[in-house]
């Protein structure tokens, strides 16, 4: 059985903090081959840069997935080409620094995996069609890969809508060993292995302060939402909460036979 962690958007200083205190005990309990974690807000809640993605690399993340804030801190311009463990949406328009997607070795003999990073497109910024985009990296990474070799393949979509995110869990059912969704910070209640082999949430949660506006200072989000008023997001502190699923993969058929979520407070 491969084991694989998927945390859901690490949000700042508070959510770099639950990682480093939280990630141990489940490295321990889950023994996981992989572990992924979003980062599009890790630093200051605004994209990413050098020694924070360091930082995460070093608490023991494999793959750094982004999302719609991937170039909020533009340190990521400099890194992103030379750090292919930390990859960006895959329908960005061609040309955009970085990549969608990184194949993972983990032994020999062993199935490598290959991460998806796709970005929704309903209720956010235009950008490329995220099923197209699936569909062609899809072919690219497992059609053009030996059968015995075929990478297990883990999507990170990171999107607002609800049915956005299911409908893409049930376009890559049976292609995918899993389709993970991130953005919207807070955690659903519908995990579960689709048939075919796919396990499936439609977000992992927030990795921050737990009393929080998807980490931000409530007093913050009341003057922006009561109020209508330009406001600063300015990040919460206090107890912190790590979310995220462990994913359990049949090594032999690359399919997952099972999904269980978790909230570490
Ligand atoms: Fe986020
Ligand atoms: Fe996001």
Redo the contacts with the bound molecule.
Sequence with gaps: MLSVLMIG?I?GKPGRKSLADKLPKLLQRYAPDLVIA?G??AAGGKGINEPIAKEIFDLGVDIITM?N?VWDNRDILRFIDETPRLIRPANFPEGAPGRGWVIHELRPGIRPFAVVNLLGRAFMNPVDCPFQAAARLYDEILKNSPSDKAPVLIVDFHAESTSEKETMGYFLAGKAAAVLG??T?VQTADERVLSGGTAYITDLGMTGTRESVLGVKPEIMIRRFVHQLPVRHELEEGPGILSGVWIQIDEESGKATGITRFAEQ
């Design positions: 958007d949000v979003n599009e807000n999302g804030h991130s953005h910070h």
